[in-house]
Every structure is written in structure tokens, then in C-alpha cells.
């Protein structure tokens, strides 16, 4: 549906941020690396995203590459992991670092991110090596 979406980045939360674009002021939810290197409120920002819709809720998830977003979505597949789990593990860990983690089946470097058990950290590695 979105794409991404340009615009001056006019404010920050702990977990989202508000980007205004054409007269509409858009609230994504996105990690923390990516709230920092998104930069100062004023800022000219492009942020890919994904709309995570229910019956009950809409939500934007934003993203700093399309990569990371492909990561994201690939995180959700996995069993147990849904969308604000999958944004707190990217969080925790780079794309690249998360990625060479689960190519390497590093199960204790998985565990290392806040809220990641032992069980969940393998059943990322079965569901996602190779990918």
C-alpha cells in the first residue's frame, strides 16, 4: 500500500516517530537504531514502510532500507513473532548483525537481544537460515 513516505521529521517518541508530508503528519513505529539515525526533528527524512492492519488497529511500521524492512517481514514468519516483537529485535541488533547471526545459527548472540529466549532464538535460526 505505502511504499515509503518523504517528508520533515517533526517529532519523536520512544518507539515512533512523526514524519509531515504534504499537510498530513504520519505516526510510524520504528526500532531504536532507526529512531537515532534518523536524525534531529527538522530533518528531511525518507522512511520505508509497512502498514500492519487488523480489525481493530492500523499501524505504520517504518524502516531506514528496503532491506530492513524485508527483514522485518521475514522476522514475522516466524512463529511467536509478530510486528512489535519483530521492530524490538531490530532493535536489538543491526540488520547485518542479525542477519550474520542467523546464517551462523549464532543462538547465544539471538538471546543477547532484550526479550529473545532460547527457544525463540532457535526457532529463528530453523525458520529463517538461508533466507
Known sequence: ????????????????VYVENSGIEWEIFVSALALDALGSVGKEV???????????????????????RSLFLDLTKVDGIGPKQALKILSGLDSAALEAALEAGDVARLQSIPGIGKKTAQKMVLTLKGQ
Not at 502498514?51 to 532491506?67: K, S, V
Open 46 to 68: 525518507k522512511v520505508y514502510t509497512w502498514l500492519y492492519h487488523r480489525e481493530d488497529q492500523m499501524r505504520l511500521f517504518g524502516f531506514l532500507t528496503p532491506a530492513e
Open 1 to 16: 500500500m505505502f511504499n515509503s513516505i518523504s517528508g520533515i521529521l517533526s517529532g519523536k517518541t520512544t518507539d515512533s
